[in-house]
Structure formats: C-alpha cells, structure tokens
C-alpha cells in the first residue's frame, strides 16, 4: 500500500479482510486487494502515471495531502 502511495500516488486503506497476500514457498509474491470503493484516494501532487486515469475517476476521487494520506495509511 505504501508503494502504491508513494510511486503512484495512489492511497488505499484497505482493511486486513480485504487483503490477500500471495506467497510463494513462503515468500511474500503479490498483494491482492478487494473491496476499497470510497477509500481510494490521490494525492495532490501530480504524477505523471496519472495521465491515464480516466477523467470521470479523477472527477469523483478525492485529492489529499501526501502526509495526511500516509497518516491515514499508518493508523487506518
């Protein structure tokens, strides 16, 4: 999640049921996440990997600041 915010600027708060972690001989592979409508957020700042969100999301998605979003991130 906090690759996502930072890379992406992306913010996800995503509740331990709503995450899967897929392991590979005991190794952490992947992260699958579901169910985190109305808690995915973008930071203020732009990103140039935000040109591609389409604008109806972009109209309807709420832009935070990166500290408040890390914040959000850390105590869920």
């Known amino acids: 999640l906090y690759h996502l915010l930072c890379r992406y600027g992306v913010a996800l708060i995503a509740h331990g049921q709503n995450i899967t972690l897929a392991m590979k001989e005991g190794v952490p592979q992947r992260v699958l996440l579901k169910d985190f409508q109305g808690d995915m957020r973008l930071v203020k700042e732009e990103f140039p990997e935000m040109d591609s969100l389409p604008q109806e ?6 832009r935070l600041s990166a500290d408040y979003l890390i914040h959000d991130l850390q105590t869920g």
Do not use: L
């Open 57 to 62: 999301v972009r109209d309807v998605t709420s």
